[in-house]
């Protein structure tokens, strides 16, 4: 019996995480002006067809029709007026809602696998069931982060898989605290919530952002951003806020890097989809409670590694039309979507080992659309 019961418990510790796995992509500049980015796709998610995304498309733009018909641009800055809903229930979008998550400044550079040291990647490893697609981009350094780059991902996102836009979420610290409030003050009606840890904003007025329901968290004791940075969004948010869809936190002797904790609470994915942009008037929840002994323990029940997520390159299955060119200093490939070094050292009869020698990278070196490599 003792044996039985041993074997149980090997079969479930393998076949388990197996179970619970998913899809993460890693997007290697496929989307023109965008970043090289990360897309978990949770079981459930589906692909359109080309007929569905024309579908989609369709509606979506009788939705910005309605939009324009139904409201005006002074009545979004004042009460909200006495009108018809935005977007009928007949043609809201039922799919996945959609979470960006915005890294750091420690996490910028050329890496993509760096993305996935903390956040809500990592998170997703440790066992927080996050029930939506998620992107996951990279800043390379060299910058702020660009809301519009950071919207061609979404953009792409949406018109590939079933998704639902009227649930777009975007959350980040630090570096990505500011990009979450930029990404929010720049898209503030495609935003449904977004959530800003020991951050700010890289924009001079952002007053959009009273139209976005906002929880902005930091801490007093923090060195690397001061806490001032959020006071001034709030101050003007606060100033400009006629519909009250902010909240804002202080924690008291709070250092940088205690709100990464937040990532790996159930309660923040939790407050995030409480909202949505077809909701009308455009409230924020105020009833999920995040408190600082909750966030002292928000690793606990949670492990490392114990969900499998099967990184894949996207359309593995497509067939690259491209021939090789042979030049005089050896046989030259050009990247295609969906290529990795796998499949093209496969297709040519060589090792990714080689081919990293030939080309002096790494196994883990992101492949650019349109890098021509040697394979001989």
Same mark, same amino acid.
């Given at each position: 019996?003792?044996?039985?019961?041993? +074997?149980?418990?090997?079969?479930?510790?393998?076949?388990? &995480?197996?179970?619970?796995?998913?899809?993460?992509?890693?997007?290697?500049?496929?989307?023109? !002006?965008?970043?090289?980015?990360? *897309?978990? *796709?949770?079981?459930?998610?589906?692909?359109?067809?080309?007929?569905?995304?024309?579908?989609?498309?369709? +509606?979506?733009?009788?939705?910005?029709?309605?939009?324009?018909?139904?409201?005006?641009?002074?009545?979004?800055?004042?009460?909200?007026?006495?009108?018809?809903?935005?977007?009928?229930?007949?043609?809201?979008?039922?799919?996945?809602?959609?979470?960006?998550? @915005?890294?750091?400044?420690?996490?910028?550079?050329?890496?993509?696998?760096?993305?996935?040291?903390?956040?809500?990647?990592?998170?997703?490893?440790?066992?927080?069931?996050?029930?939506?697609?998620?992107?996951? &981009?990279?800043?390379?350094?060299?910058?702020?982060?660009?809301?519009?780059?950071?919207?061609?991902?979404?953009?792409?996102?949406?018109?590939? %898989?079933?998704?639902?836009?009227?649930?777009?979420?975007?959350?980040?610290?630090?570096?990505?605290? /500011?990009?979450?409030?930029?990404?929010? +003050?720049? %898209?503030?009606?495609?935003?449904?919530?977004?959530?800003?840890?020991?951050?700010? =904003?890289?924009?001079?007025?952002?007053?959009?952002?009273?139209?976005?329901?906002?929880?902005?968290?930091?801490?007093?004791?923090?060195?690397?951003?001061?806490?001032?940075?959020?006071?001034?969004?709030?101050?003007?948010?606060?100033?400009?806020?006629?519909? !009250?869809?902010?909240? %804002?936190?202080?924690?008291?002797?709070?250092?940088?890097?205690? @709100?990464?904790?937040?990532? %790996?609470?159930?309660?923040? /994915?939790?407050?995030?989809?409480?909202?949505?942009?077809?909701?009308? &008037?455009?409230?924020?929840?105020?009833?999920?409670?995040?408190?600082?002994?909750?966030?002292?323990?928000? /690793?606990?029940?949670?492990?490392? !590694?114990?969900?499998?997520?099967?990184?894949?390159? &996207?359309?593995?299955?497509?067939?690259?039309?491209?021939?090789?060119?042979?030049?005089?200093?050896?046989?030259? /490939?050009?990247?295609?979507?969906?290529?990795?070094?796998?499949?093209?050292?496969?297709?040519?009869?060589?090792?990714?080992?080689?081919?990293?020698?030939?080309? !002096?990278?790494? =196994?883990?070196?992101?492949?650019?659309?349109?890098?021509?490599?040697?394979?001989?």
């Amino acid at each position: 019996m003792r044996r039985l019961h041993i +074997a149980i418990l090997i079969i479930v510790g393998v076949a388990l &995480p197996t179970l619970c796995s998913a899809q993460l992509y890693a997007m290697r500049d496929s989307v023109a !002006n965008g970043y090289d980015f990360w *897309l978990y *796709l949770p079981e459930g998610a589906e692909r359109l067809s080309a007929a569905t995304q024309e579908a989609e498309q369709a +509606a979506e733009e009788r939705q910005v029709a309605l939009r324009r018909e139904r409201i005006t641009p002074d009545s979004l800055l004042g009460d909200y007026p006495t009108v018809e809903r935005i977007i009928p229930t007949g043609e809201r979008n039922e799919g996945l809602p959609i979470v960006i998550f @915005l890294h750091g400044r420690s996490l910028c550079g050329r890496d993509l696998y760096r993305v996935r040291k903390y956040g809500t990647l990592d998170a997703l490893t440790m066992g927080v069931a996050i029930d939506a697609v998620v992107i996951a &981009p990279q800043n390379r350094g060299d910058g702020w982060w660009r809301p519009e780059r950071v919207m061609q991902i979404v953009e792409w996102v949406k018109e590939r %898989y079933k998704v639902d836009a009227t649930r777009l979420y975007v959350l980040g610290m630090s570096l990505g605290g /500011y990009g979450t409030l930029d990404f929010a +003050a720049t %898209y503030p009606h495609q935003t449904a919530a977004a959530m800003a840890l020991c951050g700010g =904003s890289s924009i001079e007025n952002p007053a959009s952002l009273s139209r976005v329901p906002l929880w902005i968290m930091h801490g007093t004791a923090d060195r690397d951003v001061p806490v001032s940075a959020s006071r001034r969004v709030r101050d003007i948010v606060e100033s400009s806020d006629t519909a !009250n869809l902010m909240r %804002y936190d202080e924690l008291s002797g709070a250092g940088h890097s205690l @709100l990464a904790r937040l990532f %790996y609470l159930r309660e923040t /994915y939790e407050w995030l989809f409480k909202h949505s942009t077809a909701d009308f &008037p455009r409230t924020v929840d105020r009833d999920v409670e995040i408190t600082r002994a909750r966030i002292d323990k928000a /690793y606990s029940g949670l492990h490392l !590694n114990s969900v499998k997520l099967n990184v894949v390159d &996207p359309d593995t299955t497509a067939k690259s039309t491209a021939a090789a060119t042979t030049t005089t200093d050896g046989v030259w /490939y050009t990247i295609k979507s969906g290529d990795t070094l796998g499949h093209i050292a496969a297709r040519y009869n060589t090792t990714v080992k080689r081919l990293c020698a030939l080309n !002096n990278i790494s =196994s883990k070196s992101i492949l650019r659309i349109g890098q021509r490599l040697r394979v001989r």
